[in-house]
């Protein structure tokens, strides 16, 4: 049997009928090349929803404070619901286009953690049961999410599905770890925040693992780095037709390339995060809540043409500026919630501009043209 391919669906690509129809439909592409293990999110806004009900019966009995320890086994078999539910799903719709599948929850996927009730993390993968299907041409279909210690489901906490799917691939020594998200392939900021954002053609796991700690909603942080330490290939992708642009991720070397259809050129990967809340640095005198870290991350540590962009940027940006940072791969800036996306977008035109000084479609302000040495 060849290396099989782990695809993780988050829970945009599962959040609608139509949606998973299209998901099962990538699912069996993906299978006609080699043997396949999908993983489940549950669907956009159900793990929320899950957790609120929880919360509401609590206050419904007018307890204060953390739930005793059955409580907690309760609220988390409560909260991994939602995966099962997706994952089902996911299944009918494969069987339907004539592939056999079958849904597999952490104990059935041999996925062991420890007991630490919502924040559990997995311990020991048991991939005896996987390969056996995969071997009668059976497509496993995970539930991501769980874990399983001493007869109780665990969840893994935010984020937890990719993790799953990152430590199954390396306990199969799979050929990827493909994640259908949406927008799909990784971006030099959110293209919902900066229009001007561009999509990457490949990435470090450093570079991964540096702007998911920075406050990137494209991958657990936990899992990035995971992906990392195993050298597991990561492959970010969209439900839309192949061809689209996607994010691979296996380069040895620093550096990522921008997919740039008209040059194909490469240069100094950046990416802008806006991330909520203060990401480790002390917000001092401001509220936590009421504050946004913009980093600048760069995949080499020593790009300081960009760092000198992303300060000068900060500075004409005119926003209320708590305080800075400098990390290895990373310089980040604390401001009001308010003003994180006009800064996200201020320095992401200084750092293409210092990046590309003649590329003539990028605009900028005179003044931050003259603060780089363009003007």
Wanted: hydrophobic fraction near 50%.
């Amino acid at each position: 049997m060849s290396a099989p391919l782990v695809v993780k669906f988050g829970g945009d690509a599962l959040a609608t009928p139509e949606r998973i129809a299209a998901a099962a439909r990538r699912a069996a592409a993906r299978r006609a090349a080699r043997p396949i293990v999908a993983v489940a999110s549950a669907r956009r806004g159900v793990t929320d929803h899950l957790l609120g009900l929880v919360e509401q019966v609590r206050e419904a009995i007018g307890v204060e404070g953390d739930s005793p320890a059955a409580g907690r086994a309760a609220a988390d078999r409560a909260a991994a619901s939602g995966e099962l539910v997706a994952a089902s799903l996911l299944a009918v719709a494969l069987a339907d286009l004539g592939v056999p599948a079958i849904v597999l929850d952490a104990r059935e996927a041999g996925l062991g953690s420890d007991g630490h009730a919502g924040g559990a993390t997995l311990t020991r993968l048991r991939t005896g049961r996987l390969l056996r299907l995969l071997d009668r041409g059976v497509t496993p279909v995970v539930t991501g999410f769980q874990g399983w210690h001493r007869g109780r489901i665990t969840t893994l906490g935010r984020g937890g599905s990719d993790i799953t799917a990152v430590a199954l691939a390396a306990a199969l020594g799979a050929e990827a770890c493909e994640l259908v998200k949406d927008p799909g392939a990784l971006h030099t900021a959110d293209p919902r925040l900066v229009s001007e954002a561009r999509p990457l053609h490949r990435a470090t796991h450093r570079f991964v693992s540096e702007i998911a700690l920075a406050g990137a909603r494209v991958i657990h942080h936990a899992a990035a780095t995971r992906a990392e330490r195993d050298a597991v290939p990561l492959r970010f992708t969209s439900l839309h037709a192949d061809g689209e642009p996607s994010t691979v991720v296996d380069l040895p070397d620093a550096g990522i390339e921008l997919l740039d259809p008209n040059a194909g050129r490469s240069g100094d990967g950046y990416a802008v995060i806006v991330g909520t809340g203060h990401r480790g640095i002390d917000p001092a005198a401001a509220d936590p809540a009421d504050v946004a870290t913009v980093t600048l991350v760069s995949a080499l540590p020593d790009a300081a043409a960009l760092r000198r962009a992303a300060r000068a940027a900060a500075v004409i940006a005119g926003v209320r500026l708590f305080r800075s940072v400098d990390r290895p791969h990373a310089v980040a800036f604390l401001v009001p919630a308010a003003e994180g996306r006009s800064l996200a977008q201020a320095i992401h035109s200084a750092v293409a501009l210092a990046a590309y000084p003649s590329e003539p479609s990028l605009r900028s302000e005179p003044s931050l043209r003259i603060a780089l040495g363009h003007g």
